[in-house]
């Protein structure tokens, strides 16, 4: 299928690894045009490479924080008539309530909500001035089943769904999309932290806690974050434009609830 997105401009915040360099290279894959961004200049340069190698293609690449005012302004600056954004930040450790001081909250709020939001402030305008856009926000699984040590992560990125379901009833009329990806179980370095996590909690090695890991999967598998990269290109398409305000979980099916 034609995605209809060749020579789309797309911004891909946080993507010298993980899910954002997977959304990155489907996307580039697609013949957009593509900025991928991180604060590591080694990484982003290692990311730049293996999406070129991929693809035959290359793209721009922008050192900086999105964190920070100035870092998301360096963004903006690279790419300010984006087509196509894709918000992605580093989550929060897990943890417990009593870990939780008033600086722990305050970091996941500026990365996991106020960042992608300001973000989408900036860009949302000349998206519904051009009559397209198409805004995804990876978030977490955790949004819809929240769990105890997950709490910041839960909250941040909830406050960020919400925002962006209002924005998506205002912006729909100008073909402009707001959705979230929600993953849960793709096999990134995030799934080896948690794999390492379970290791030091319950004194087993790597490949006893990727079993049980992936038996809490109803798919009994990691997902891919290929997977993960091509839905988000979907989500980006011209034929999307009739799906706004969603959230579509990429689980491998373990979301036990209805809707």
């Known amino acids: ?21 997977a959304c990155a290279t489907a996307l580039v894959r697609e013949g957009c045009i593509v900025t991928i961004n991180g604060r590591d200049a080694a990484r982003l340069e290692s990311a ?58 305050i970091s996941a709020l ?32 955790m949004v819809k089943s929240p769990r105890p040590h997950m709490a910041l992560s839960t909250t941040a990125r909830t406050g960020l769904t919400a925002f962006s379901k209002a924005m998506a009833l205002e912006s729909a009329v100008d073909n402009v999309t707001i959705n979230n990806l929600l993953p849960e179980r793709i096999d990134t370095g995030r799934q080896r932290f948690m794999a390492e996590r379970m290791m030091k909690a319950q004194n087993i090695d790597m490949e006893e806690a990727r079993r049980r890991i992936v038996n809490t999967v109803a798919a009994k598998r990691f997902g891919t974050p290929a997977e993960f990269g091509d839905a988000c290109a979907y989500l980006c398409s011209a034929q999307a434009g009739f799906i706004s305000g969603q959230n579509l979980q990429l689980d491998g099916g373990s979301y036990p609830g209805l809707i």
């Open 1 to 21: 299928m034609d995605l209809g997105i060749s020579s789309r401009k797309a911004l891909v915040a946080a993507s010298s690894s993980g899910l954002g360099l």
């Open 110 to 141: 500026e990365a996991n909500m106020l960042a992608p939001i300001l973000l989408i402030r900036a860009l949302l305008p000349g998206m519904r001035e051009r009559k397209f856009g198409r805004i995804v926000n990876i978030t977490s699984a």
């Open 48 to 105: 730049r490479a293996a999406i070129a190698a991929q693809t035959g293609r290359d793209v721009a690449t922008v050192v900086a924080d999105i964190n920070t005012e100035a870092g998301r302004d360096t963004l903006i600056q690279a790419c300010p008539d984006a087509d196509i954004l894709v918000n992605n930040n580093a989550g929060p450790p897990p943890g417990s309530l009593s870990e939780w001081h008033h600086a722990a909250w």
